[in-house]
Nanobody, 122 residues
Framework: QVDLVESGGGSVQAGGSLTLSCTTS????????LGWFRQAPGKEREGVAA???????NYAGSVKGRFTISRDNAKNIVYLKMNSLKPDDTAMYYC????????????????WGQGTQVTVSS
């Protein structure tokens, strides 16, 4: 059963912004490293952004400077703020939680949500 629920996706023009959210009522995020991943048609899932339990972050080079991951442990929400979106950002976006997830390499053996679609047009 899927515990994580992503929301906030949609369709935007290049240069636009979206903020994604992911939450669960099944457990507390406080003890978990959290990450955002994406998968485009015909491609493997890739790590986009990650944040550890202390708030340290890591980003894929393709999104660094444009995306920001943050967490609100009190509300049990992890966010992905996406600015200056490009057509190459089009994908299904997933969040993940893993107590042992490696935020440096995006190596998560994680619980996954169902995803939220982001589509960026020219």
């Amino acid at each position: 059963q899927v515990d994580l629920v992503e929301s906030g996706g949609g369709s935007v023009q290049a240069g636009g912004s979206l903020t994604l959210s992911c939450t669960t009522s099944s457990y507390s995020y406080e003890a978990y490293n959290l990450g955002w991943f994406r998968q485009a048609p015909g491609k493997e899932r890739e790590g986009v952004a990650a944040i550890d339990t202390r708030g340290k972050t890591n980003y894929a080079g393709s999104v660094k400077g444009r995306f920001t991951i943050s967490r609100d442990n009190a509300k049990n929400i992890v966010y992905l703020k996406m600015n200056s979106l490009k057509p190459d950002d089009t994908a299904m976006y997933y969040c993940a939680a893993d107590q042992r997830g490696d935020i440096r390499t995006f190596d998560f053996a994680a619980w996954w949500g169902q995803g939220t679609q982001v589509t960026v047009s020219s």
